[in-house]
């Protein structure tokens, strides 16, 4: 019996909302920017700890990049959110070396472990600007990846920095021109950033094969002498 009530009251609920969102009037972009101009100063800097805090989490950033851009403009917009996003891969980053970190120290030992360390830790900020620039590529735990790995925190924030400045500009400007649809002209752009992130790594992780290969010449070089004079002894 509990069920089938269950299923009435939601089913009402779900009815109340869908005549509530046709007979009341929502406010148009225009009376949105407008409420958000009357907040002045500390409705920025409420959007700006929201945005910091809850994208550190697993909250998309696109959101938060389109309503910046809806709320405060173009220049506005952007430096909020590019500010915001430095400061989320931070908090992120922070969070998972303080509570991850030795987990993988204890599991360095494992092949897959060791090369994702070595290539992030490697690369630096090429490797890290070059994985922000691909859409696909989840924020947060990329900050997380990133903080449990070797990677110093000065090169991790600029290449995030770095990385995120294209698509956060471009979804900031797309929320402030309100299209309400995503144009061509936006998919191209993401297209370009996917693959200079792509190149971008690969270049990074050539980078960190040869300075792997030339350590282990140089280790086998100054092996060779100690193993010509055992005999001898």
């Known amino acids: 019996?509990?069920?089938?009530?269950?299923?009435?009251?939601?089913?009402?609920?779900?009815?109340?909302?869908?005549?509530?969102?046709?007979?009341v009037p929502l406010p148009g972009p225009a009376q949105v920017r407008q409420w958000a101009e009357s907040l002045g100063v500390p409705g920025v800097v409420a959007f700006f700890v929201a945005y910091s805090v809850l994208t550190a989490a697993p909250v998309p950033r696109t959101v938060f990049n389109l309503a910046a851009g809806?709320?405060?403009g173009e220049l506005v917009g952007v430096s909020v959110a590019l500010v915001a996003t430095v400061l989320s891969g931070l908090l992120g980053f922070l969070l998972a070396r303080a509570l991850g970190r030795d987990v993988v120290v204890r599991h360095l030992h494992r092949k897959p472990v060791r090369t994702v360390n070595d290539r992030l830790s490697g690369g630096g900020v090429l490797a890290v600007a070059s994985l922000r620039l691909i859409p696909v590529v989840p924020f947060a735990p990329l900050s997380y990846l990133c903080g449990v790995s070797a990677l110093p925190p000065r090169p991790y924030l600029i290449g995030t920095a770095i990385g995120s400045l294209p698509g956060t500009v471009a979804v900031v400007v797309l929320g402030d021109a309100l299209t309400g649809t995503t144009p061509p002209a936006l998919v191209a752009?993401?297209?370009?950033f996917a693959v200079l992130g792509a190149l971008g790594l690969l270049k990074a992780v050539g980078r960190t094969k040869e300075?792997?290969?030339?350590?282990?010449?140089?280790?086998?070089?100054?092996?060779e002498p100690t193993r010509v004079e055992s005999p001898g002894g």
């Open 211 to 223: 300075k792997t290969v030339a350590a282990a010449k140089e280790t086998e070089s100054n092996a």
């Open 70 to 72: 809806l709320l405060f």
């Open 189 to 192: 752009c993401y297209a370009v």
């Open 1 to 23: 019996m509990r069920r089938p009530a269950g299923v009435f009251v939601g089913l009402v609920v779900l009815g109340a909302l869908a005549v509530a969102a046709v007979l």
